[in-house]
């Protein structure tokens, strides 16, 4: 049976269908679970992951504490461990990355791969090993939780997640799109565009409303209309 994709394509929809509210928001269906779209950001993310994690290591290597304009504000004390979250962080999505591997591995009935240790050669052949199988998994695993612990099933979503973390650390996330024009419902400049979003979405937590870029459009024009409107009075 065809169910929604479980990604990021349909939060506007997800979001929408939990508000209860009337919407036309179409849904992005799965083939068989994530739509194509989802399982290319997929592959690209992972094939990224390599070169994130070692520009989040360098990090702990040359990690310094920022200093911050002014006076106010300023930390006078220097952690024990500059580059200690670098370190965390790294480690995280390295074991993650094993930890995928192996649940692969046991689901496909392969051998475990034993020679571990090294951590550039264990992310090396992590990765090597999941960009192999990745499409397999990603037909198989559904965007849910494993109940015991409350972790991802979904490997498109660990990935996303570790690609999104260590994005964020290195700086190298986008930024969000900032529409310079009020919401047409809270009429506060809170409308914004993330990439790969579909849609428009208002940053205020009392409003959330949600425009299609053609709706967004039509908004636009409307607040241009009447401003011409008032500049000619």
């Not at 690209?44 to 106010?72: C, D, M, N, W, Y």
């Amino acid at each position: 049976m065809t169910a929604a994709c479980p990604g990021p394509c349909n939060n506007a929809w997800r979001n929408a269908e939990t508000s209860n509210q009337p919407h036309d928001i179409p849904v992005t269906w799965g083939h068989p679970i994530h739509c194509p779209r989802c399982t290319d950001r997929a592959h690209t993310q992972l094939g990224e992951l390599p070169e994130l994690v070692v520009a989040v290591s360098l990090e702990a290597e040359f990690g310094t504490v920022p200093k911050l304009t002014g006076t106010i504000g300023r930390t006078t004390t220097t952690p024990s461990f500059p580059g200690q979250a670098s370190r965390v962080l790294a480690e995280h999505i390295i074991t993650g990355l094993l930890g995928l591997e192996d649940v692969i591995r046991a689901g496909r009935r392969l051998p475990a791969r034993q020679a571990r240790g090294r951590e550039g050669a264990d992310l090396t052949a992590a990765v090597a090993f999941l960009r192999a199988h990745l499409g397999w998994a990603l037909d198989r695993y559904p965007g849910e939780t494993d109940p015991a612990t409350g972790e991802t099933m979904d490997p498109a979503a660990l990935i996303r997640r570790w690609h999104r973390g260590a994005e964020l650390f290195t700086r190298r996330d986008a930024r969000l799109e900032h529409r310079q024009v009020p919401c047409p419902r809270c009429e506060l400049l809170s409308l914004y565009r993330a990439e790969g979003d579909d849609y428009i979405g208002c940053r205020n937590l009392e409003c959330e409303v949600l425009l299609t870029p053609t709706e967004f459009q039509a908004h636009t024009e409307q607040l241009a209309r009447q401003y011409k409107l008032v500049k000619a009075a």
